[in-house]
């Protein structure tokens, strides 16, 4: 069976929406008539581009994050409890409250009751699910260990998600003030301050250089601000042309891994991310070869995410983990010797475990930092452009005066 979406009439004349499933588009058809329903249009989940917050589906459906965690959290208590992942697709889909979300848990059902597996049937909306959650579900799927690893996946999502709304929540307050500071100054040079200095010029006072700089920033503005803004404009297209060419961003991931000061940051974000994800899927009980293509697909930087796969090819041809991640030269020693001390132990999965929250930690703290910094930060460029504004309107002021005098 296939998902529908449908715009229909019902006999007072009031329109209805929403998603059915049926073998066919007449089928569908026929059972909103059966409904009493008078349909206007009847199309595949797939054909259509509805909106929504994330964006990210290769068919152009889109789910909000909060409807992402939930619904992962659904499937995992379903699947877990021994419910058939196409029920389980059913009755999460009956559940949620988002139409959007309604037709990509039916689009993924019709697929996977027309023979798919469950991760080949989210693979075709890779862009919503990310690749660490098709990576886990694939490993949990292989290794008949489903349940556990979406538990685990759905603390994953949930996790993430608090820690993207925390980010974002205490970036909105700098952000904000550097808008208007930025347009603040943007009116004093455009408006304020070629008026201040036809004062002065009419009087004939011989103007400090600080003040000569800053009519020149004004005029440049005043003449050229718009050819600015669109230069601009054209740059974020060209980057954004540029990132989406495998080879450019290849190059701008390892500047960033070799590059002080993204180094630490991105080291520290990608290793914290490759030992949460290995930890959860090997105390899931997935083989550790495919938790470490698993945990390799979940590292966005291109250049390390390049270097955990070698760790996984040479683990497979019977070299330890921590060997061959010490090979690698990208994780921090710590994680290294905590992995040598689990192999030797026994106990990979919990010391993964341990040296995963560790990881997160030092990651939590470090960001804590720099958003504490952005704001002072902010602050003090824009208080010191200011004061340079004062001072270049000032002088002139001081020098009438010892005219007069």
């Excluded at 069976?1 to 019902?10: G, Q």
């Excluded at 100054?185 to 036809?198: E, N, Q, S």
Aim: no cysteine.
């Amino acid at each position: 069976m296939a998902a529908f979406l449908f715009k229909a009439v019902d006999p007072k004349g009031r329109n209805s929406s929403g998603v059915i499933e049926a073998n066919s588009a007449a089928a569908a058809r026929q059972n909103l008539r059966d409904r009493r329903l008078l349909p206007l249009s009847v199309e595949p989940t797939n054909a259509r581009q509805p909106s929504g917050t994330v964006r990210q589906s290769n068919r152009g459906t889109r789910i909000k994050r909060r409807h992402l965690t939930v619904l992962t959290r659904q499937l995992a208590t379903l699947i877990g409890a021994g419910v058939r992942v196409e029920d389980a697709l059913k009755t999460v889909s009956d559940q949620t409250g988002d139409r959007n979300a309604t037709s990509l848990l039916l689009t993924i059902r019709s697929s996977v009751l027309d023979g798919q597996s469950f991760a080949a049937a989210l693979d075709s909306h890779s862009q919503v699910f990310g690749n660490y959650y098709l990576a886990s579900v694939r490993a949990g799927e292989a290794s008949g260990h489903l349940g556990a690893v979406m538990d685990q996946l759905a603390d994953f999502v949930e996790r993430r998600g608090k820690n993207q709304q925390t980010v974002q929540l205490a970036l909105l307050y700098p952000a904000l003030l550097a808008f208007v500071s930025v347009g603040v100054i943007v009116a004093l040079l455009v408006f304020v301050v070629p008026d201040i200095v036809r004062v002065f010029t009419a009087r004939g006072a011989e103007l400090p250089f600080l003040t000569r700089m800053l009519i020149g920033v004004s005029d440049a503005v005043a003449s050229y601000g718009l050819v600015a803004l669109a230069f601009l404009g054209g740059l974020v297209v060209l980057w954004g042309w540029a990132m989406r060419q495998p080879t450019f961003r290849l190059a701008f991931h390892r500047w960033m891994a070799r590059t002080w000061p993204m180094r630490n940051f991105v080291g520290k974000s990608n290793a914290a991310q490759f030992a949460g994800t290995l930890a959860t899927l090997i105390v899931s009980r997935v083989p550790l070869t495919e938790a470490l293509a698993a945990a390799s697909s979940s590292i966005s930087n291109l250049h390390i995410r390049s270097l955990t796969e070698k760790v996984g090819e040479k683990v497979r041809e019977g070299t330890s983990l921590s060997v061959a991640m010490n090979d690698a030269a990208v994780f921090p020693p710590l994680l290294v010797a905590m992995v040598a001390s689990g192999e030797a132990g026994g106990t990979l999965g919990t010391s993964l475990t341990r040296a995963a929250n560790d990881q997160a930690r030092d990651l939590d703290a470090l960001v804590a930092a720099l958003v504490a910094l952005v704001e002072p930060a902010i602050l003090l460029i824009m208080g010191g452009i200011v004061m340079l504004l004062v001072l270049s309107i000032l002088l002139p002021i001081v020098n009438l005066n010892n005219l007069v005098l």
